[in-house]
């Protein structure tokens, strides 16, 4: 596996922990999807994979090496980038420059090289390219958050529910973008509310339930899980599929 978290208990004040001792795994290759319902702490919990939450217990391990304690700003050079859901942008800048200022850690002669990758990728971002990135659509402020976390050549990306506040087409296009990234063999760890589109991209699921994780099984399984569906997706029977 290439990401493992090991018995994670996290938590912004001491003692009141948000996450409970959850575990997961994620293959090279895979797109993992976290669900749960509201409050289950499935944020809390890749954000204090990423560094961004205080870790009390347990264990983060990246390709086999421990990377529980690495502050949040190195998390992209040891492999794990992550991509919240707001302010993942700078909306004062263009599209060129939101790619090149993420460009830091490279070598000065590879940064043109992956712009052009990532405009090669994103189609539509090239379109756009001289455009300020507060004038783009939600699906393409998605794309150029996506975009911008890809130019430095994680191993991992985490991304904090990207569909949120999307119309269902522009759902539809990231969500088609996540598939082509995943087949260039990167792993993706996903958390989603949309459990429809996100189990229907996934291979494996896990369901939190009060920072613990409560079920997990391939995505498919969960999608067609009324039992599932009914206790912790917040519907009965076939919501997952509606």
Known sequence: MILEVKDLVAGYEPGLPIVKGASMQAGAGEIVVILGPNGAGKSSFIKAIAGLV???SGQVLLDGQDITATPAHQMIRRGLAFVPQT???FPLMTVQENLAVCGGILDRHEVAGRIDEMFATFPDLARQRALMAGSLSGGQRQMLAVARALLVRPRVLMLDEPSA???PKLVGQVFEGLQAI???GLTIVLVEQNARAAL???D???VLVEGREAHEGPARTLWDNPLIAELYLGSKGHAVSA
């Open 54 to 56: 205080p870790v009390t």
């Open 87 to 89: 302010e993942n942008i």
């Open 165 to 167: 506040g999307l119309s």
């Open 182 to 184: 995943r087949e260039r």
């Open 200 to 202: 229907a991209i996934g």
């Open 204 to 206: 494996r699921a896990y």
